[in-house]
């Protein structure tokens, strides 16, 4: 078995596939490519993009026009980029990069739409001071006394914030004496900590929009911040999730917008269509209906699996309610696996897309399904490290539901737990850790870790010689008008901040940044804290904002010890997090969330399987009980089915050769779907 092999008849077939699309683009007919995990899509992709420039190229240079090509990482950017060779003819970016790149010189709209943002999130704060229960004392008073409460905590917002981690009785110690008045109020600390918090963003976004309407300079244009997960809208910036709302409106509002970016941009391709935002699907049908109604055609090419969409933001098979019309063409080989690979996932997905193997030499791997217990897993793992003779330059695979044993076993377990053990993650919101955590695409880190994410890689890349500055920000024109006595300074700034621990890292920063008076040092770390006026104080008053966002006076202690616990993890725990976050691990044995292994590849899978995921105790057992019936399955429990489907899919469609699956729990009522999966289920002991 080698997988080299492809007859000339297997070769003429995929090609078809590939010159159906080529008649697609040249008749200007957009199209939704599906082809199957491990087909070839970035191939198909590549050749597409390098039609379009062969067949155009002329007249692009001629009218300055250019393909876009949409990716939805930063990895597969580099991938697309790098495979396709050197042009500037094809613009290849992330979704977030590239719908900034067409709105930001609109900077007249788009301070419109984001008064209007501002005026809804300032109306919503404004119900929830009105109909919140944890108000209740607040309800009680009359209009003089709530302004005179607002006044009398703007006047003391720095008594305030020094004394937010405090406990309870020494809080209400220190604003009895300007509180007086209202005593009731001050006897939930943690409901009054919810109202100022309120108040003080309520008067941040009615400046804002005063400052907007007065025409200040610092409040003309609006600032899309890519490092940072959350808005900071009375500072006229914008994070992911509220990029896509004003691309969305910009482009749907203004008519010369779309046939600028149609005239501009003739040819778009999206790649990994299944997990992009609806948002963009909605954006591209606006342009594609619009280039129909003025005539100004435009292709838009989405390439992707609906089977493979494993994130809940994800369009997936929705795609044709958002853009409809849109011609189906699918690719039915698999460049990826071995035949005893193929005939498995063939029979997790079931539907129109049965894969078959390229090559003719395709045959020589094995799947085999095994049912143990949680204490047999390591040993499990073993036998395979052994068998398989895995070495650190030939890897074992190993994907687990279980994201303790991920942080374990890649050496941040103390992260993991800490997080685990705040309230943003603890009851429902449990199964949010898995992707806020452990996530490798840093855009769906949760705000905190996006944040730590930050502040580590901005330590690793201080303490890399290798790393140039103008990589550690991606500020716009931060560089400008520096030459390079400034930014030999600018390095010796940021490297006199050390710190064995998180904590005395940021400690150390924000000494050095209330010393350092040179604006471009000043810049990058507000830039990379998403807040300026850096102190050890705030950064750890916005953890305990941010992870315990309805914090009780009982719950106070237990709060900080929390925040003091991830403030004294070494920092060294911290960059293996971020190793594992950008995918830098070298051992022999690697783990793996299943979400982490989409769009990757392995020579050696093991699997383990439970019925649990998350707090989810009916997981896998509801799709192996059902797998036979799915069909009768009602429309909740069938949207249930599907996600459960699709990440088995991925997850046993990562391997090239060799796939062992370990379920961990009682088979007994589920192994009539298993058997008709996987074959024979054996035991391991």
């Not at 997988?3 to 000339?8: A, M, R």
């Not at 948002?279 to 493979?308: P, R, T």
């Not at 539901?401 to 992260?415: D, H, P």
């Amino acid at each position: 078995m080698s997988l080299s092999k492809i007859s000339p008849s297997n070769r003429e077939r995929e090609f078809a596939s590939l010159n159906e699309i080529f008649q697609s683009i040249y008749k200007k007919e957009s199209v939704v490519f599906n082809s199957g995990a491990g087909a070839g899509k970035t191939y198909a992709l590549i050749e597409c993009l390098k039609y379009v420039i062969r067949s155009y190229e002329k007249n692009f240079k001629k009218h300055n026009q250019h393909i876009i090509c949409i990716t939805y990482t930063n990895v597969a950017t580099k991938e697309v980029k790098e495979r396709l060779g050197n042009t500037d003819l094809v613009l290849v970016s992330t979704i977030h990069e590239r719908i900034w790149t067409l709105i930001k010189n609109y900077q007249r709209e788009l301070v419109e739409i984001h008064k209007e943002k501002l005026d809804e999130e300032i109306s919503k704060l404004e119900q929830k001071l009105k109909v919140d229960r944890e108000y209740e004392k607040y309800h009680e008073l009359d209009g003089e006394q709530k302004e005179h409460i607002q006044k009398i905590m703007i006047e003391n917002k720095e008594l305030y914030y020094k004394n937010t981690n405090t406990t309870a009785a020494d809080f209400r110690a220190a604003f009895q004496p300007f509180l007086h008045e209202y005593s009731d109020i001050l006897r939930n600390i943690g409901n009054f900590k919810k109202l100022v918090n309120t108040l003080f963003k309520m008067k941040n976004y009615r400046e804002c929009r005063e400052s907007i309407e007065m025409k200040k300079q610092r409040y003309k244009k609006v600032e899309y911040n890519p490092i940072f997960n959350n808005d900071q809208l009375h500072k006229m910036w914008i994070s992911h999730d509220t990029l896509l709302d004003y691309g969305l409106k910009i482009i749907e509002k203004f008519d010369l917008l779309k046939q600028i970016i149609i005239d501009k941009y003739p040819f778009i391709f999206i790649d990994e269509y299944q997990d992009t935002n609806e948002k963009i699907i909605l954006i591209m049908s606006i342009l594609d209906k619009y280039s129909k109604k003025i005539g100004h055609n435009i292709f838009i090419g989405y390439f992707g699996d609906g089977a493979q969409n494993i994130y809940d933001e994800g369009v997936g098979n929705r795609i044709t309610e958002a853009h409809s019309s849109l011609k189906p063409i699918n690719k039915e080989f698999n460049r990826r696996s071995t035949k005893e690979v193929i005939d498995v996932i063939n029979k997790i997905r079931k539907d129109n897309i049965e894969q078959q193997s390229i090559y003719d030499d395709c045959e020589g791997g094995s799947v085999e399904f095994y049912k143990g217990t949680p204490d047999s897993v390591q040993s499990f793992i073993a036998k395979y490290a052994h068998e398989w003779n895995v070495t650190v330059k030939n890897p074992l695979h190993c994907l687990v539901l279980t994201n303790k044993i991920v942080a374990e076993y890649s050496g941040f377990l103390n992260i993991y737990e800490t997080f685990g053990n705040t309230e943003k993650y603890t009851g429902y919101n449990y199964n949010q850790l898995n992707t806020e955590l452990l996530s490798h695409d840093i855009s769906k880190l949760g705000e905190v870790s996006k944040l730590l994410f930050n502040i580590v890689k901005l330590h690793n890349d201080v303490m890399d010689n290798k790393t140039s500055v103008i990589e550690i920000s991606s500020k716009d024109n931060l560089f400008e008008g520096m030459n390079l006595e400034d930014l030999r300074r600018l390095i010796k700034y940021l490297k006199e901040s050390k710190g064995n621990t998180l904590g005395d890292y940021i400690n150390s920063i924000s000494i050095v940044y209330s010393k350092n008076n040179d604006e471009k040092y000043k810049d990058i770390i507000d830039w990379i804290f998403g807040f300026n006026n850096i102190t050890s104080e705030r950064f750890r008053n916005y953890l305990l904002e941010k992870l315990f966002p309805n914090i009780s006076d009982d719950n106070i202690d237990h709060s900080n010890i929390t925040i003091q616990k991830l403030l004294d993890i070494d920092i060294n725990e911290y960059e293996l997090w971020y190793k594992f976050i950008i995918d830098k691990q070298e051992k022999d044995v690697i783990y793996h969330t299943y979400h982490g292994t989409k769009g990757r590849e392995f020579d050696n899978v093991v699997i383990i399987i439970e019925n649990s995921f998350g707090k989810n105790q009916n997981y896998f057992n509801f799709f192996f009980e059902n797998f036979k019936d799915s069909n009768k399955l009602d429309d909740v429990d069938k949207q249930k089915f599907e996600k459960i489907k699709n990440l088995l899919y991925v997850s046993c469609s990562r391997a090239i050769k060799n796939l062992r699956i370990l379920y961990i729990d009682d088979v007994k009522e589920i192994e009539s779907g298993i058997m008709e999966i996987f074959g024979d289920i054996y035991p391991f002991e």
